[in-house]
């Protein structure tokens, strides 16, 4: 199985991204278990479904990366999967989100990592597919790192021996931990800004535009979350009850038990990264409102500086615009002190005014 698929990923603000397509199709593998173990690997998807119907001791994981529509629905087709959530999977680009179709779940999970370089949020998206003895996922970019969950699959026996839930769980638990650079990544960019703002720096406002946009990408991947597990968790601790003899979606009662404490972990995880991000938000919020304060500070001082010195340039200004009119020469005119105690009164005059206004730090 190949973990090298051209990134397809969906940041915010670029739209070239989220139209981009693959250029051809993507890989497909099919890999058949036995308690938890790997046993062999099927062709096709259709060969791992007649393998399922031959020998009830196989599960089946289909992994698809960067695949292309007809691959998707050859997968669903083998496998019957419900039509809505295979139109779903064709298309992309969905918010996390479980639904229930009877014997199956369909889980839409939306990885993120932190590009310090871009300072960008890159957004990737995973399609997850539980039902009887088999799991589907299809990664719509390179961030649905399969090799990683595969591996730690197969150094935990309890957890592979789950079947589906427990690859589910895997990716999901890999997901939530992927969060955590990414927020500390952000993390240390929101600090250097609230500094760049202390600082005077004239680039802190659109740089902090920028990571308020980032914060809002990836809380549109994290904040749905909530809503994923509550569903999971609901279904692990009151199952529907099925007619016809039909299997649970969440698995045999055993299966449950096992995955209730794993899935809780995670959610206790979610809440804690959600709740950071929720943090960032309101920081960045208080340093656009400093930051505006600053500016707003800073053009009332220059303001100060300019009306101060226009007072002190119109008092003598006033007084020499008198020797400036156009009348007849005034008693006192040619006085021969007139002129020195005119520039001594403009003198002083000045000087005074420049002493009060830096007295009130108006200089």
Do not use: C
Not at 14 to 35: F, I
Not at 167 to 186: G, I, K, M, N, Q
Not at 329 to 357: C, D, E, I, K, N
């Amino acid at each position: 199985m190949t973990d090298t698929a051209p990134e397809r990923v969906m940041a915010l603000g670029s739209e070239a991204a989220a139209a981009a397509a693959p250029a051809s199709p993507g890989t497909v593998r099919a890999v058949l278990y036995r308690d938890g173990r790997r046993e062999r690997e099927a062709d096709t998807p259709d060969e791992a479904r007649r393998a399922l119907d031959v020998d009830p001791g196989l599960t089946a994981w289909i992994v698809l990366t960067e695949p292309d529509p007809d691959q998707v629905t050859r997968a669903a087709h083998a496998f019957g999967l419900p039509k809505p959530a295979v139109e779903d999977s064709v298309v992309a680009h969905q918010r996390p989100k479980a639904e229930r179709y009877r014997d199956g779940l369909f889980v839409v999970l939306r990885p993120a990592r932190y590009d310090t370089a871009r300072e960008t949020v890159r957004v990737g998206e995973i399609h997850v597919f539980t039902g009887h003895r088999f799991v589907i996922t299809i990664a719509h970019s390179d961030q649905g790192d399969t090799a990683a969950v595969r591996e730690r699959l197969e150094e935990a026996p309890r957890l592979s021996a789950a079947g589906p839930l427990g690859v589910l769980y895997a990716f999901l638990d890999r997901v939530v931990d992927d969060y955590a650079p990414a927020v500390s990544d952000l993390q240390d960019d929101i600090d250097e800004v609230e500094e760049q703002v202390l600082a005077a720096d004239r680039d802190a406002s659109r740089r902090t535009y920028r990571l308020s946009r980032q914060v809002i990408a990836l809380q549109r991947a994290v904040d749905p979350l909530d809503e994923v597990l509550s569903e999971l968790l609901a279904g692990l601790e009151r199952p529907e009850t099925l007619g016809g003899g039909q299997p649970q979606p969440h698995g045999d009662r055993a299966g449950r038990e096992a995955m209730h404490a794993y899935v809780r972990d995670v959610a206790d995880h979610v809440t804690a990264v959600r709740e950071r991000v929720d943090g960032f938000r309101q920081m960045l919020q208080n340093i656009l409102t400093v930051n505006s304060s600053l500016i707003q500070q800073a053009q009332n001082e220059a303001m100060k500086k300019v009306s101060s010195w226009g007072g002190i340039l119109v008092v003598p200004t006033l007084i020499s615009s008198v020797y400036g009119m156009n009348i007849a020469p005034q008693r006192g005119f040619h006085w021969a002190f007139s002129w020195p105690l005119t520039l001594v009164a403009m003198t002083l005059a000045s000087v005074t005014l420049y002493v009060v206004f830096k007295r009130n730090h108006w200089l």
